[in-house]
């Protein structure tokens, strides 16, 4: 699939301690970037399903166009890890498999699923699918199963707007994003995946939980967010172990 060249390049980018966070379109800035830059790629796209009505869940996901450049960026043992919708799943399985030896499917399970409708099984997991060639690197000091049991974000982890986006929306209880992972399940990809030291790319990277996670486990990272909103939510996330801003 074509991908617009009409995207403009950043416009925020910011330095970490720990990596980068770039407001800006995922690909444009994938095709600017060199071949084999990360050991790993764990990220969380759009699903296409128009979830809670947003604009950037609903269109078309260049599956075949991403699949390319996520194996263009890696190094040759690195891992790739992809978050995806039920019907999404074949695509991203048939697309990595052109380039990838090795694919495993997971499940996110959900402890505290919502939404039950009489008659129906409750949607209780999410997929996700893991890609890599045969000596990639995977954290032997114990075992991992593919799949994982968490709460969905809630509490004082659940990312709030911010005081300027509160203005006239009520008494500050709303969550900013719809789809924010819980940092206890990136974390364990984080650890399964990767070793220290080791930089990780997040092209869709929503409030910036993959960032917090490298950063709490001694990775570095590379995240990408094309909203505004998100990527300030990230800084704010992130701001205790900034060294600079430019
Ligand atoms: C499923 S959410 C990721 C949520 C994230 N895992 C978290 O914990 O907050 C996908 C994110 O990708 C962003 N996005 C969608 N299309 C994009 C694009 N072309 N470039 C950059 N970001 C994009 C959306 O704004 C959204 O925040």
């Not at 950037?56 to 263009?72: E, N």
């Not at 790319?201 to 990775?219: C, I, N, V, W």
Request: hydrophobic share 35%; aromatic share 12%.
């Amino acid at each position: 699939m074509m991908v617009s060249r009409k995207i403009r390049r950043a416009f925020v980018h910011e330095c970490g301690e720990n990596g980068t966070r770039c407001c800006e379109n995922a690909f444009s800035y994938l095709e600017c970037m060199p071949p084999h830059e990360f050991d790993a790629i764990i990220t969380d796209p759009p699903y296409q399903i128009g979830i809670a009505g947003q604009k950037w869940d609903s269109k078309p996901l260049p599956i075949d166009w991403l699949a390319y450049h996520f194996h263009r960026v890696l190094k040759p043992n690195g891992n790739v890890f992809v978050f995806c919708s039920d019907f999404q799943f074949v695509h991203w399985y048939t697309e990595l498999s052109k380039y990838f030896t090795n694919l495993r499917k997971y499940a996110w399970c959900r402890s505290n699923p919502m939404g039950w409708i009489k008659g129906r099984f409750i949607e209780s997991f999410e997929l996700g699918l893991h890609a890599c060639g045969p000596d990639a690197y995977f954290d032997k000091s114990r075992p991992y199963r593919n799949h994982k049991v968490t709460g969905t974000c809630a509490g004082r982890e659940r990312i709030k707007p911010d005081a300027d986006e509160e203005k006239g929306k009520g008494k500050g209880q709303r969550s900013l994003h719809p789809t924010q992972k819980p940092l206890e399940l990136i974390e364990e990809l984080v650890t399964a995946l990767t070793d220290m030291g080791h930089l990780i790319l997040d092209p869709f990277s929503g409030t910036g939980t993959l960032a917090e996670a490298a950063t709490k486990l001694g990775r570095r990272y590379a995240v990408v967010e094309f909203q505004y909103r998100y990527h300030r939510a990230a800084s704010r996330r992130l701001k205790n172990h900034d060294l600079k801003s430019t």
